[in-house]
C-alpha cells in the first residue's frame, strides 16, 4: 500500500482559550505531561505516516520547530509552512500542496486527541481507501454544538451539516480527514463561506455529491476530545492523568510509537529518554527500552 502523508493544522488566534494563548500557541498548552501537539501527531504515527507537514501561524511555526526539529529522532521527517491568517481549515491542502504531490493525505487538528484500543483498526481501515475520503463520526449527546453526519448502512455520508439544529444523527465530526490525491485541486476550486473562510465541509461535500465520502464511526470504548476551552483542556489532562495513573502506559507517546513501528532501535529509544530521566516519562521510556513494563 502507498504510503500517505500527513497534515498538522495547529493555526488560529484560540481566543476561547484567552489569557493562555495570548503569547503562546493553544498546540502548545500542556496536556497532563505532554505539549498538546504529541496527542493529534501520534495519531498520525499510528497510522504509520512518516512524512508530516505542519501548519501554523507566523508567530508561532518557530516554536514548533524547536520542539519537534525535523523528525530525525523519531525516524520521521517534519517539514513546516506558514498559515498567514485563519482562513479555514480547507487552505491547508493548498499551502500544503507542494508537500502533497501526487500522494494521499491525511490532515488532523492540531488541538484533536483521541484515544482508544480499537484506534489503529479504524486508521487502518481508513488508510486502505485510496481513491475514496473517509471521515469519522463520533456519537455525541448535543449533536447540535458541532458538525453532524448522516451515515447509511454501508458507512456512506448522506448529509454533512454544521451546528444544525435539528439533527439527522447524533455523530459529530472530529477534526480527522483521509483524501485521496487530487484534493489540493479541489481545495482550490472552494469559495470563502459567509464567514469568509475556506470550509473542510466544502471539501467532504465534494466527495459525498461522488458516492466516495465513507465514515468511520468511533465506538464504545473510543475517546475524542477537542481541547479548545478551559473545561475542555483540564478535562482532558485529567483523563490522560487517570489512564496513565491506573495503567502504567503512556497515552500518545511518540517515542514509544516510533519504537512499535520499528522507525527507531531499542539504543535510540535508550538515547531519546536520557534528557527526561528526572520524570516519569523518561523512566517510561527506559522501561519500555528493557521491555520492564509488561504491557
Known amino acids: 500500500m502507498k504510503k500517505r502523508k500527513g497534515i498538522i493544522l495547529a493555526g488560529g488566534s484560540a481566543t476561547r482559550l484567552y489569557p493562555l494563548t495570548l503569547a503562546i500557541s493553544k498546540q502548545m498548552m500542556p496536556v497532563y505531561d505532554k505539549p498538546m501537539i504529541y496527542y493529534p501527531l501520534s495519531v498520525l504515527m499510528e497510522a504509520?505516516?512518516?512524512e508530516i507537514l505542519l501548519i501554523s501561524t507566523p508567530r508561532d511555526i518557530a516554536?514548533?520547530?524547536?520542539?519537534?526539529?525535523?523528525?530525525?529522532k523519531w525516524g520521521m521527517k517534519f517539514f513546516y509552512k506558514v498559515q498567514e491568517k485563519p482562513n479555514g481549515l480547507a487552505e491547508a491542502f493548498t499551502i500544503g500542496e507542494e508537500f502533497i504531490g501526487q500522494d494521499s493525505v491525511a490532515m488532523i487538528l492540531g488541538d484533536n486527541m483521541f484515544y482508544g484500543e480499537h484506534l489503529r483498526e479504524v486508521l487502518k481501515r481508513a488508510n486502505e481507501r485510496q481513491e475514496e475520503a473517509t471521515i469519522?463520526?463520533?456519537l455525541v449527546k448535543n449533536p447540535s454544538a458541532y458538525g453532524v453526519v448522516e451515515i447509511d448502512k454501508d458507512g456512506n455520508a448522506l448529509s454533512?451539516?454544521?451546528k444544525p439544529q435539528q439533527p439527522k444523527s447524533n455523530y459529530a465530526v472530529p477534526g480527522l480527514y483521509f483524501y485521496p490525491s487530487?484534493?489540493?485541486?479541489?481545495?482550490?476550486t472552494i469559495k470563502p463561506s459567509a464567514r469568509g473562510e475556506l470550509e473542510i465541509t466544502d471539501i467532504n461535500e465534494f466527495y459525498r455529491k461522488q458516492g466516495k465520502l465513507k465514515v468511520e464511526k468511533l465506538g464504545r470504548g473510543m475517546t475524542w476530545f477537542d481541547t479548545?476551552?478551559?473545561?475542555?483542556?483540564l478535562e482532558t489532562a485529567s483523563f490522560v492523568q487517570t489512564i496513565q495513573k491506573r495503567q502504567r502506559l503512556q497515552i500518545s507517546c511518540p517515542e514509544e510509537i516510533a519504537y512499535e513501528n520499528k522507525w527507531i532501535t531499542k539504543e535510540e529509544l535508550l538515547q531519546l529518554a536520557m534528557p527526561f530521566m528526572k520524570t516519569e516519562y523518561g523512566r517510561y521510556l527506559k522501561e519500555l527500552a528493557e521491555d520492564k513494563l509488561g504491557g
Open 48 to 50: 504509520q505516516m512518516q
Open 63 to 72: 516554536t514548533f520547530q524547536a520542539l519537534l526539529g525535523d523528525g530525525r
Open 136 to 138: 469519522f463520526g463520533y
Open 160 to 162: 454533512i451539516e454544521e
Open 182 to 188: 487530487g484534493v489540493s485541486q479541489i481545495a482550490k
Open 228 to 233: 479548545g476551552t478551559h473545561d475542555a483542556l
